[in-house]
């Protein structure tokens, strides 16, 4: 399902397998891409086998021997992931924190899922057809899926996961995207079909759902299923044991559709600190875990990294902007908001807080997606244009104290972020020099999340905010810019209102055409740019860091974790035998 | 006449104080402290505040005496600023609380009955809760402003003073000098503030020096929870909290805090304790 | 039994002030537990609100909510939970006390073993050398910040050493191995923490140990027993000692509140699922019944700690049975 959430951490470990994308290629294109893997390993790397070898005892004698054999996918080992924070419950509908769906993940499967490049691929649904107009989506299930517990997978259980979805008693915050179907009809068994109201373009992409056991839960109140804490799926992985707060534990599957997992075991370790974490994966008892660009950067290369990890750089699903409440008077003129989007060095954000591994952020989508649109008005550093640009607007330093003065006030203004995130806190610290430079005095007040959302954001007691946005692979942003999405609580908490806007938006969620969608979108882009209703700042990028023993990763669009159950670790480098 | 060897005039309060080393080693520190932060805006040499991205992470060296941190800003200057936080924060706490503290105490202590009772459940009611607990609930409900810092510690940590007052005053009261006094008709509050308040003093300084020693680690471990002192105004819990997951790279950034905050309270301890054993004049009186 | 009467009779208004006193705390917060399910999730439209708000019962007043938690805490239900989990409170409670006891048990068996003599040796010598080295070494533990100085000793002994597990309650490969080897591994983990926890708390009960005994030292008892030729090991063994106890057993009744209450910053640097981390949590998540929950068994434990304390402090000195309240 695609949820945008306003991300509050967005370096949190292992966010990487994003809601409703997954992974997976077929299994001929696995086994050509691994061939492929293998002899660059061999050729490039040089690397042999023996260097892990203290961990296998007994092996000592084999390790010499160099060859492909010894690097073939093999059934074994653990995985032992880390994560700040505890799931809270496996049943993805009824949880939101990334812990949760993360878990959840591996353990469900949705109908269609995003492939490696961005592009729409069937998971338990083999293929699907749209009607000529659009509003009838009619999927064909596989056949002979089974949910963990032996039970036969239909076309019942995709009716009985959208009937709970839909129902009021069923405290789920994404039941939004399900209200705009019309009707849901379950052909044959294995063949699912749902009507729309109006064409409705995230359609497709929110069948991404994880689809629940019918036989399991129809009975029951779903909040009080022992599937909250013992989940029951069709997914690649079966859940083991669960011990609150410590760790969260999953067997491979050895009767999942696409073939069993390599990896044997998955293991999710709870460690709330992160600088707990990052010594725990210098010890070598984690596998995985996302670094800030300080631990990536200069951290991880001494002699307790040098050939135990690899490390991936990839851009993240979100971005960081400074929003303005535009209903204050201070940020009502275009020419202040571009003034201000002048007088801030992005790219020195870039490189002093995230040393490099992020890109400027230019509107609301990430840089490599087909609907991203470099738009023609640019922002670079420019603190003299800023000045020139506020001046026209009244602002000058008439009173010779510093700052800049209309009518007898100050430019004074304070901005808030949520506590937890130091790279929006440092964000924010060097944003304030910034401005001081031209003239603007501006107060940073750091909120804990609950009472900033409360408090702040929903009330619009806000004169402007850092945040971040994470972002989907469908280009609708019909909740976030639209002028009816204003209301308390809505997501457009800036009060944003621009018709031609709105009629884009419109238009761009109602179509299919995939060329017609993007001259919505640019045309928004450029509307963004001129108008500069946040500045935006930057797209951070994700730094995971994992162990060397794991073969098969290969970094894409989609980032790394699409292909999870490929990866491999070749029988001498095995680390855990359970 | 007397014998020499045994009249030996019994010690002042600074004679016996100065004579416990420890009691002036930390006594040197608290000074230390008083002095560096006083003279914060002289001694620093760069503006705490002072962003420089081409030098970030620096170590100690000539330039920076105590390195720099993420944001390239000198650790030296921050550290003394931060001194003045960690002051500032120790003693408006320990303030406050000795001004409840005090106030309830007396009332209690003096007047008796059902006030007393009253009072002294309340003090119960309050011990009731772990403080730290009680701490982190309001702070979080509320802004971690410096001044809400200082507020909820000093409200958490007035029960003990109100209970030594009170002990003290109910030792006092019946004195011949109250008794005295209040024959000439005095008022009570002019009795409680002119004789009794002075005469009970004695064990809160005690208890105010250990108290600031407290409120500097509370502040850390608020800092630790992100709702200690806010960035960018530097306090040493929040400079070693920002250092904590660069450990062994960066080890300029917590070493100096975390040091500043052992020293710190380890002095006013020290201090704390010395002043006790010289109050208690049987600590000198020869068997 | 009046005296053990009268202190029971007036744990029932306390204990009703506290819940009084954290219903209150709780509900001046801004936010509700809702938000945290739909917060900025564009999908989660007003009528989701709406459903999540009246299925967890917070559309009623103040006054009325109150009396409805306290009428189901009284039959020992503590509620569900406002977490995404739905668990009741009370099992989330009961899933972390005995990991937070255990540690804070040992920690203070620990403290119990090291403070005493080092009190006492502290008071015989006094002024001597080791009498201070003794003492800034408890200082010291004191003074420095927990996270820091676990974070130093998991550096060292965990990452450069390898003797000692960094974090959490047990190794990856030990949950199917043997008793024996369980027990050991456990007992491993635990080092760390009841170290760290037991340095800390070394200060309190060594230095209150040590103004005792030199209180009693200075009694005529002892002088008189010095007078008489006795031993010094026997004045102090026998005499000295035994009063200079009676206070610990005050100290220990308080410190059974601290035994559930675990450290947050602790518990979250080692990664220990215990009752502080929990209640932070919820804290931060506007958990009201288990905010509520917690604080509630947190403080009746420390009234049953004073009573406790009241009465075993009643048994060893008969002055205070007689005598005058306070």
New interface residues.
Partial sequence: ML????SRNILSPPCFIQPGQKYLMSKKTASILLLFILSLILVACGQSPAHDDSQKAGKKGESEQNSLEQLLPAHGD?I?VGSIGDA??LIPL????AP?HQVAGLVYNGLVRYDKNLKMEGELAKSWEISNDGLTITFHLRHGVKWHDGVPFTADDVMFTYRLIID??T???????F?QVKEAKVLDPYTFQVVYEKPFAPALASWGLSILPKHLLESQDI??SSL??HPIGTGPYIFSQW?????IELAANPDYFEGQPYINRY?Y????????M???L??G?LDWMGL?P??YN??TAGK?FKGKFNKYNYLSFSYTYLGYNLKNPLFQDRRVRQALSFAINKQ?LI???LLGYGRVATGPYKPDTWFYHQPNKKYSYNPEKAKQLLREVGWQDRDGDGLLDRDGHPFIFTVMTN??N?LR??TA??I??RLEEIGIKMK????????F???F?DKRKFEAVILGWTTGQDPDM???WHSS?T?P?E?NFISYKNLEVDRLLEKGRHTFEREERQKYYDRFQEILAEEQPYTFLYVPESLPIIAARFHGIKPAPAGISYNFIKWYVPQTLQK??? | MTDKNSTKRSPTFNQRLLHNKLAVAGLLVVTLLFAVSILAPVIAPYDP?A?D?RN??IPPGSSHLLGTD???RDILSRMIWGARISLKVGFVAVGIATLIGTILGTVSGYYGGIVDMLIMRAVDLMLCFPSFFLILTVI??L??SIWNIMAVIGFTSWMGVARLIRAEILTIREREFIQAARSQGASDIRIITRHIIPNAMTPVLVSATLGVAGAILTESALSFL??GV???TPSWGNMLT?G???????WWLSLFPGMAILITVLGYNLLGEGIRDALDPRNYLKK | MTFIGKRFALMIPMLLGITMISFLVMNL????PI????????????E??E??RS?YGLNQPLPVRYVNWLKRVVRLDLGYSF?????LVWD?IR??IPITLTINALSLLLIIIVAIPIGIYSAVHQNSLMDRVLTIFVFIGFATPT?WLA?LL??LF??HL?WL??????S??V??AGFWLILGDRARHLLLPVLVSAFGGLAGLSRYMRSNMLEVIRQDYITTARAKGLKEIRVIGKHALRNALMPIITILGFSLPGLIGGSVIF?????I?GMG??FYGAV???DYPLIMGTLLIGASLTLVGNLLADISYALVDPRIRVGNND
């Fill in positions: 949820t945008i959430a306003i653990t032992v809270s419950n009824l949880a939101s924190d949760s009021p008693k405290p789920t915050a994404y039941a939004g995207d209200e909040t009080k909250s804490r011990k609150g707060g410590e760790k293991r370790r709870i460690i709330p600190d992160s600088a707990t990052f010594l725990e210098k010890a008892n800030t300080i631990q200069r951290q307790k020195e490189d002093g807080i506590q937890g130091t806190t440092q610290v060097i304030q020099r940073i007040r750091i909120i804990e999340w609950s009472a959302i409360n408090e954001i019909y909740d976030i999405k209301g609580k997501l855990y035998s359970q | 505040n962003i991205l970030i992470l993420q944001l390239g979080a409900v802004e971690p992100g709702i806010q960035p960018p920002a904590k997951d660069n450990l062994e790279y960066a | 917060a801004p936010g509700e938000d945290v399910l739909t917060n900025l999730n564009p999908k989660a439209t007003a989701v609100r459903r999540l299925h977490a995404q989990d739905n668990r989330k899933e972390r996270f974070l998991m550096i965990g990452v390898g597990p960094i974090s959490g309650l047990e990856s490969q949950t199917y518990e979250t640097i080692f990664a699922p981390q929990m931060m998540a506007r």
